[in-house]
């Protein structure tokens, strides 16, 4: 909850800064030089892009975390196949194991 409203706050100081900015710019990136564009549309650019390469970063972590969560799913699936009397001992044998370092 309080990532979207941080992300709608930002979002509004970009709208408001790109607003407040609108003479034309001429950009240029190594050998490529763009035409004369406002600097509004130049800055909500680079803040899209920003959010698009933020979020391929994120990717690997939310695939990583997924799976680890579908792998706990499944091991809580099967302790709780398990007849009554066996419970325990299972959950005592996986106390007794030592934490992963990783």
Not at 11 to 32: E, H, K, P, Q, R
């Amino acid at each position: 909850m309080w990532g979207l409203i941080i992300a709608i706050l930002i979002a509004i100081l970009i709208a408001g800064f790109a607003s407040l900015n609108s003479a034309t710019v001429s950009v240029s990136f190594f050998f490529w030089q763009a035409p004369a564009v406002s600097l509004a549309l130049v800055v909500l650019f680079s803040a899209l892009v920003g959010v698009i390469m933020a979020s391929l970063f994120g990717v690997p972590q939310y695939i990583k975390t997924a799976k680890k969560i579908r792998e706990l799913e499944k091991k809580i699936k099967d302790l709780e196949s398990l007849p009554a009397g066996r419970q325990g001992g299972a959950i005592k044998n996986e106390e007794k194991k030592e934490p992963d370092p990783a």
